[in-house]
């Protein structure tokens, strides 16, 4: 069973440019979510889709914005793009919305976005 | 409060030793805690959890102490080895949120 994929895994932006993040989740699973990884803040929160509907919402200005199609594969775009935007972008896919039921997210490799 | 205190930053332990990773919570409505271990370029892999009910879970080598009045739950690594070096966050589900701590570089040194 493939695990969620992530494309690009690296890519180099400069400010004021944008960015835009794909996410595949495991086959049958219908929440993704978008985490933000950089040194010394750990995994912050930025958005759940479930069923193509933004279920949750983390602490990052509009900026940030996502997407989820029909076959559950889901997008982050970030406009604008600042120097503090630098971090490796995770996607994790669950089987249920929220992981209520399961507990569990299965992450992918993530994208490592460098902003010059 | 919607976070989750994670400690030391970084550990360094030698082979067959054993490493303790803390954290500490505020909501009491926090129902689930698990923690993840990330090994470079990989995303992070859900490695253990507990629930609040339970004092501790041990699997294998690794064991969750929890402690509710405290409000704080940690991870042992027992007979750590050079392949448990990664890097390993704590998490406290809240709702249907998952809230991670900053993380903690663990390197086993032979």
């Known amino acids: 069973k493939a695990g969620v994929t992530q494309t690009p895994r690296y890519l180099i932006k400069t400010r004021g440019q944008q960015v835009t993040l794909s996410c595949s989740p495991i086959s049958g699973h219908r929440s993704v979510s978008w985490y933000q990884q950089t040194p010394g803040q750990g995994l912050q929160f930025l958005f759940e889709y479930f069923s193509e509907t933004q279920r949750n919402k983390g602490n990052f200005p509009g900026r940030f914005s996502g997407r989820q199609f029909s076959n559950s594969r889901s997008e982050m775009n970030v406009s604008t793009l600042e120097l503090g935007d630098s971090a490796l972008y995770l996607c994790?896919?669950?089987?249920?919305?929220?992981?209520?039921?399961?507990?569990?997210?299965?992450f992918g490799e993530g994208s490592r976005l460098t902003v010059l | 409060q919607q976070q989750v205190k994670q400690s030391p930053q970084s550990l360094i332990v030698q082979k067959g030793g054993i490493s303790i990773i803390n954290c500490a919570y505020e909501n009491t409505a926090f129902d689930y805690f698990p923690w993840y271990q990330q090994f470079p370029g990989k995303g992070p892999a859900l490695l253990i959890a507990?629930?609040?009910?339970?004092s501790e879970k041990k699997e294998g080598r690794f064991t969750i102490s929890f402690n509710k009045s405290a409000k704080q739950f940690s991870l042992h690594i027992m007979d750590s080895q050079p392949g448990d070096s990664a890097t390993y966050f704590c998490a406290a589900r809240g709702g249907d949120k998952l809230i991670f701590g900053t993380g903690t570089r663990l390197q086993v040194f032979p």
């Open positions: 994790a896919s669950s089987l249920i919305a929220g992981i209520v039921n399961t507990g569990e997210l299965f």
């Open positions: 507990i629930r609040p009910d339970v």
